[in-house]
T-cell receptor, first 106, second 112 residues
Framework: KNEVEQSPQNLTAQEGEFITINCSYSVGISALHWLQQHPGGGIVSLFM???GKKKHGRLIATINIQEKHSSLHITASHPRDSAVYICAVDGNQFYFGTGTSLTVIP | NAGVTQTPKFQVLKTGQSMTLQCAQDMNHNSMYWYRQDPGMGLRLIYYSASEGTTDKGEVPNGYNVSRLNKREFSLRLESAAPSQTSVYFC???????????FGPGTRLLVL
């Protein structure tokens, strides 16, 4: 059983589309993280959330603690957004989703 | 600032060989972590160090040992490498447990 489930696993979008990646978790958490892994392998932390919503540029992350659900939105998607997006939750230890592989086509 | 650095970038080992993966951070972070990433498994925590002088097991510690050498450095040792340890290894650091983690570039390890 995975403590963190992400959907979809793979996503292909046309440039300019609005993208949503979902994350559901089953454990109590103090924070949820969205990470971006570039095709070369490097991992970058995008957001840390414990409630509500955060926005950074074209990226928006929301969390609903009661529903144990978070979403990552990308507005006006661009080919450089192509990456794997990983949801991680901070419970009694860190749990990671298996990632959503996003490809944005020009 | 270099952030989190890892060496080596790539390594090939034979079964039974030993090696140490090095990790260093220059952000004055208290907490450091070692993860492995396998296809379809996501990132899994091997060991972590909440602060200098402490280390704790994560989800998959078997076959590994760690040393928090000082505040900057956290090494991961494979005493007798096995093919099941073929993976990509990421080191990360954070100001404290639960804070945003910053990841190194990863070490790709192949055990034959």
């Amino acid at each position: 059983k995975n403590e963190v489930e992400q959907s979809p696993q793979n996503l292909t979008a046309q440039e300019g589309e609005f993208i949503t990646i979902n994350c559901s978790y089953s454990v109590g958490i103090s924070a949820l993280h969205w990470l971006q892994q570039h095709p070369g392998g490097g991992i970058v932390s995008l957001f840390m959330l414990s409630s509500g919503k955060k926005k950074h540029g074209r990226l928006i992350a929301t969390i609903n603690i009661q529903e144990k659900h978070s979403s990552l939105h990308i507005t006006a998607s661009h080919p450089r957004d192509s990456a794997v997006y990983i949801c991680a939750v901070d419970g009694n230890q860190f749990y990671f989703g298996t990632g959503t592989s996003l490809t944005v086509i020009p | 600032n270099a952030g989190v650095t890892q060496t080596p970038k790539f390594q090939v080992l034979k079964t039974g060989q030993s090696m140490t993966l090095q990790c260093a951070q220059d952000m004055n972070h208290n907490s450091m972590y070692w993860y492995r990433q396998d296809p379809g498994m996501g990132l899994r925590l091997i060991y972590y160090s909440a602060s200098e002088g402490t280390t704790d097991k994560g989800e998959v510690p078997n076959g590994y040992n760690v040393s928090r050498l000082n505040k900057r450095e956290f090494s991961l040792r494979l005493e007798s490498a096995a093919p099941s340890q073929t993976s990509v290894y990421f080191c990360a650091s954070s100001a404290g447990i639960g804070e945003t983690q910053y990841f190194g570039p990863g070490t790709r390890l192949l055990v034959l």
